[in-house]
């Protein structure tokens, strides 16, 4: 029982700290530079009408893209490569929703679907060909179409 009670509060000193502690979705301007810090991934950004597409791709040949909105907040994230890259690290707070939706049996697909009012996350891949996208739907600048996030 003890040792319940102090997992328990270690995760919620975990989530309280969480939004500070890493980049992810939903998270600040600085997140994109430590992202490129954790992939050790090289970067090219590209403005759009209305957002920014921050590119990462790391050594393993992984791109991770990050899109941010007029003030630097992550509203989407996808990945596609041979490997897949640290989900933790990518979504954040919304890594455990994720985790969640991969308890429940999915009768042998690749896919991992979470699609919820205020969080989407899509997630397919086998060995060698990950590919996967998640996006806050309520965050998306306007004009910005789910069909962008790639």
Known sequence: MRTRIQHTLT????LAYAPWSMAALG????????????????????VQS??????LTSPTG?????Y???????????????HLPDLRQLLGVS???FTAAAQ???GGHTALLVHD???????????????????????????VAQDAIH
Not at 27 to 46: I, M, N, Y
Not at 50 to 55: A, F, P, R
Not at 120 to 135: D, H, N, P
């Open 95 to 97: 890594y455990m929703r």
């Open 117 to 143: 009012n205020d969080l989407v996350i899509e997630s397919t891949g086998r060995m060698r060909s990950f590919a996967g996208r998640a996006y806050l739907p309520g965050a998306m600048p306007i004009g």
């Open 27 to 46: 998270a600040g301007p600085d997140s994109v530079d430590a992202d490129q810090l954790h992939f050790k991934s090289e970067r090219r950004d590209s």
């Open 68 to 82: 941010t909105d007029a003030t630097g907040h992550v509203f989407a994230v996808s990945w596609r490569g041979s």
């Open 11 to 14: 995760m919620l000193i975990c």
């Open 50 to 55: 209305g957002y920014q597409t921050h590119e």
């Open 104 to 106: 429940v049996p999915h």
């Open 62 to 66: 992984t791109v991770v893209r990050e």
